[in-house]
């Protein structure tokens, strides 16, 4: 039963995914609809990296004293300024690293 149930949710899994790039360009989605997917990556990344910024070991941590905060601002001013995804994740986790460091 577990081997079955495994199976059915891959299976349900790919086909969902697949009907997407099989009905891609074949159906016209609404204007609307259009534009609301184009946030779709944002949110999604908003989503994953603000949990990691501002908790530590399930407490939310606002302070100067997170360094994964301080790195994160720093690093979200680097990609703003410089638009340069290498100069961002470099920065941030030099910045992390070393804020972690002082902070041991």
């Given amino acids: 039963m577990i081997w079955l149930t495994i199976i059915a949710a891959g299976v349900l899994t790919f086909a969902t995914r697949l009907s997407f790039i099989l009905l ?5 989605m609404p204007a609307f609809m259009e534009r609301a997917l184009r946030f779709v990556p944002a ?10 910024l501002m908790v ?4 939310l941590v606002l302070s100067i004293v997170n360094p994964r905060l301080l ?3 720093l690093a979200i001013v680097v990609a ?20 972690q460091y002082l902070s041991s």
Avoid: C, H, S
Wanted: hydrophobic residues 50%.
């Fill in 80 to 99: 703003w300024r410089t638009k340069n995804v290498i100069y961002t994740i470099t920065i941030g986790m030099i910045t992390l690293w070393i804020l």
């Fill in 24 to 28: 891609y360009g074949q159906i016209r």
């Fill in 71 to 73: 790195a994160g601002l």
């Fill in 43 to 52: 949110a999604v990344l908003t989503a994953i990296f603000f949990p990691e």
């Fill in 56 to 59: 530590n070991e399930g407490d």
